[in-house]
């Protein structure tokens, strides 16, 4: 199947069924190589990948059980609602073959902290359209797996890496619905409205009109 862009990111569906099928090495392999063609400023290469594969995925879901765990245990829920639910937490990561760790390196001052942010956001965004390309579902998941500090240990990540996101990755159950959505707001800077803003720049940077009263 060969897509244009504009079909990928219009096909590209969060699937959360999958066939239990593995997917070829090649696939996966093609699919974490999009991410590195992501706009990234001073080409910083600031995202770390960490792929969890069929048995791979089992501490990342017992991770997830525990934290489910220890969080309605701290609710006061009564233990076997809490098993019941943990367990399902569990299972819930375990849908897809294939669970890609996306993570973003944080160092620097804020604006390269936000831009190495906004650059594995875009990384992740490339892997799905590639997946949705290859004829591959794909979920973005983030949540409080993904701000967990027990995660970041667990995987071996730095303590101040962020997780962006948590790729699922495998063959859909079902073909892909199909998407609606809004256009985006917008809104056009008119030529009639440049001389108004200009006048204002020196009142936005200095709290002061540029022309006095
Ligand atoms: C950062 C991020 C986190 C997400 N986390 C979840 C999630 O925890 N659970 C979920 O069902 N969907 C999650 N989604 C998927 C969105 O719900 C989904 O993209 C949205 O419903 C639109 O559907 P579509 O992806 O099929 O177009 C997440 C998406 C993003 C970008």
């Not at 190589?33 to 400023?41: I, V």
């Not at 059980?65 to 609602?81: D, M, T, V």
């Amino acid at each position: 199947m060969t897509l244009s862009v504009q079909e990928a990111i219009r096909a590209r569906r969060t699937v959360k069924d999958y066939r239990p099928d593995p997917v070829p090495r090649q696939l996966v392999e093609a699919v974490l190589g999009a991410a590195a063609w992501a706009p990234n400023h001073h080409l910083t290469q600031p995202w770390r990948l960490i792929v969890l594969e069929g048995p791979a995925r089992t501490p990342l879901a017992e991770l997830r059980r525990a934290l489910k765990r220890r969080e309605l245990l701290a609710k006061g829920l009564p233990p076997a609602q809490v098993e019941a639910e943990a367990a399902e937490s569990a299972a819930k990561l375990l849908r897809a073959p294939v669970l890609i760790v996306v993570a973003c390196q944080q160092v620097g001052d804020e604006i390269q902290r936000q831009e190495d942010f906004s650059a594995t956001a875009a990384a992740i965004q490339n892997m799905l359209l590639t997946a949705t390309e290859l004829g591959l579902g794909s979920f973005w998941t983030s949540g409080p797996l993904a701000i967990a500090p027990e995660t970041n240990t667990l995987l071996g990540l730095s303590p101040s890496d962020r997780i962006v996101g948590i790729v699922h990755l495998g063959y859909p159950a079902a073909p892909l619905r199909s998407g609606q959505r809004p256009p985006p707001p917008v809104r056009w800077i008119t030529p009639i409205e440049v001389p108004k803003l200009v006048a204002q720049v020196e009142r936005v940077v200095n709290g002061r009109t540029s022309t006095p009263a």
